[in-house]
């Protein structure tokens, strides 16, 4: 893909200094640019870079000023971080345009699929499936019988979802995620466990993003529910049940166990254990490697530790515990000095 300095701009909005028509055909950090590459501009930390940079154009602050001569064309924009991230994106969609079905794939007849779809190799799409409009499923796929998936979503290699599960429209599943499999469900009985069908969905709504190797288990009864706008990073375990609300973002490796309900605008980090049934609240932030054994009820509480509780409370207790040391001896001393005192006294 090659494009102009002033192709640049009009897609931006931005003024051109220098040759509208210098050609660029790849992307770089303005420290690495090389003839030919698109870089930007936007932390002033990285300005001296601008003077020697090898890129061809660069993307700046509409103020920006030069103190010295700069080789490469310029695009002022309002917002070159902004504007850089709105490149990104087209860059992103142009190069993973990619239609039609690829051979070998297999889609059962009873299958319907919308407009300019991709089914890449080896792909699996199952009975009574229904793919929306320039749905994307990478090769490795596996799409059970009588899914649903919506409109513009991008389905990565290697992705299985099981069957009955609900996938929304503008959905990107990355590269190895599991939807549907079983919950984590056995009863014990005598002595062994006896396993509890698992016979519910799941069902992701719009505009979610699921990280590499992330599994969300089905319901037992019902659906296990991902709600519009969440983002899940990679190596992320959502038990049976589970309903995680509007916009919530949670980091890797995290684990939430079966039938706890999350609200939205949440936050979690890295390592977070949620154990099963809780509610917690709208806004909730809990720092990594935290664990949670109770529900969480007040919105917008922000939480760290294991078992966790409120950061502020969490951060007065950790400094205590850092000098346990220094106090296990001022104790030791204070004994031994009453120890004396007494023996003085007798």
């Known amino acids: 893909m090659e494009f102009t300095a002033q192709q640049i701009a009009d897609l931006l909005q931005g003024i051109v200094e220098g040759n509208p028509g210098e050609k660029v055909s790849k992307l770089s950090k303005i420290e690495e640019g090389s003839p030919g590459s698109l870089t930007f501009l936007a932390n002033p930390a990285y300005t001296h870079y601008i003077y020697n940079t090898e890129a061809s154009v660069v993307i700046t602050n509409r103020d920006f000023q030069a103190e010295k001569p700069v080789r490469a064309t310029l695009v ?6 902004q504007s850089f991230a709105k490149l990104l994106d087209v860059y992103n969609t142009i190069r993973r345009n990619k239609t039609g079905i690829e051979q070998p794939s297999f889609m059962d007849p009873s299958a319907h699929a919308g407009v ?4 890449g190799a080896f792909s699996y799409v199952g009975k009574n499936v229904k793919l929306g409009d320039r749905v994307k499923i990478y090769p490795n796929s596996y799409i059970g019988d009588n899914c649903v998936i919506g409109n513009d979503t991008t389905l990565f290699p290697g992705v299985k979802v099981y069957s009955d599960c609900i996938i929304g429209n503008n959905v990107t599943l990355h590269a190895g995620v599991v939807i549907g499999g079983d919950g984590f469900g056995f009863q014990p009985n005598d002595g062994n466990y006896q396993k509890v069908a698992q016979i519910g969905n799941v069902i992701i709504e719009d505009h979610v993003e699921i990280g590499a190797n992330s599994t969300i288990d089905r319901a037992t009864l019902g659906s296990s529910i991902i709600r519009k706008g969440v983002k899940l990073d990679n190596l992320i375990q959502v038990a049976h049940n589970v309903e995680i609300g509007e916009n919530t973002v949670i980091a890797a490796q995290t684990g939430i166990a079966g ?21 917690i609240a709208d806004g909730v932030k809990i720092a990594a490697q935290s664990g949670v054994g109770s529900s969480i009820t007040r919105s917008g509480e922000i939480l760290q530790g294991s078992p966790a509780f409120n950061i502020s409370d969490y951060k007065r207790t950790y400094v205590l515990f850092r000098k346990l040391p220094e106090l296990e001896k001022k104790i030791s001393d ?10 003085a006294s007798s």
């Open 259 to 279: 039938s706890t309900k999350i609200g939205k605008n949440c936050m979690i980090g890295g390592q977070v254990g949620i154990v099963g049934h809780l509610q």
């Open 334 to 343: 204070l004994q031994k000095t009453l120890s004396e005192l007494r023996s």
């Open 116 to 119: 300019e779809i991709y089914l």
């Open 76 to 81: 002022r924009v309002e917002n070159a971080y």
